[in-house]
């Protein structure tokens, strides 16, 4: 088992900036990929940025030069710095980590989520 710990999520105004932390504990072998979704209210969860044990990132469109996705391996950690944050950045963020075990075998786990809250 993994567990998934998020920090950072808060209220900030439009304009300004928050950093997520995400840290992952428990029974790793590897990591293959860490990532962050987020879910407002009334839509569904939709990838934000992710993060490969290669170095290889992805953004949704939104958030294109504006937030950066970084990693720190040895300490299982993923971070998303998030700049000129928006009212329609208003979600539920939640850390994503792709694992493998020792047998190849790969496990999707959630963290429990973080709100972060943009106001206008």
């Known amino acids: 088992q993994v567990q998934l710990a998020e920090s950072g999520g808060g209220l900030v105004q439009a304009g300004g900036s928050l950093r997520l932390s995400c840290a992952a504990s428990?029974?790793?072998?590897?990591?293959?990929?860490m990532g962050w979704y987020r879910q407002a209210p009334g839509k569904q969860r939709e990838l934000v940025a992710a993060?490969?044990?290669?170095?290889?990132?992805n953004y949704a469109d939104s958030v294109k030069g504006r937030f950066t996705i970084s990693r720190d391996n040895a300490k299982n950690t993923v971070y998303l710095q998030m700049n000129s944050l928006k009212p329609e950045d208003t979600a539920v963020y939640y850390c994503?980590?792709?694992?493998?075990?020792?047998?190849?075998?790969?496990?999707?786990?959630w963290g429990p989520g973080t709100q972060v809250t943009v106001s206008s």
């Open positions: 428990g029974s790793i072998f590897s990591i293959r990929a």
């Open positions: 993060t490969t044990s290669g170095g290889s990132t």
């Open positions: 994503n980590a792709l694992t493998q075990t020792r047998g190849l075998s790969v496990y999707n786990y």
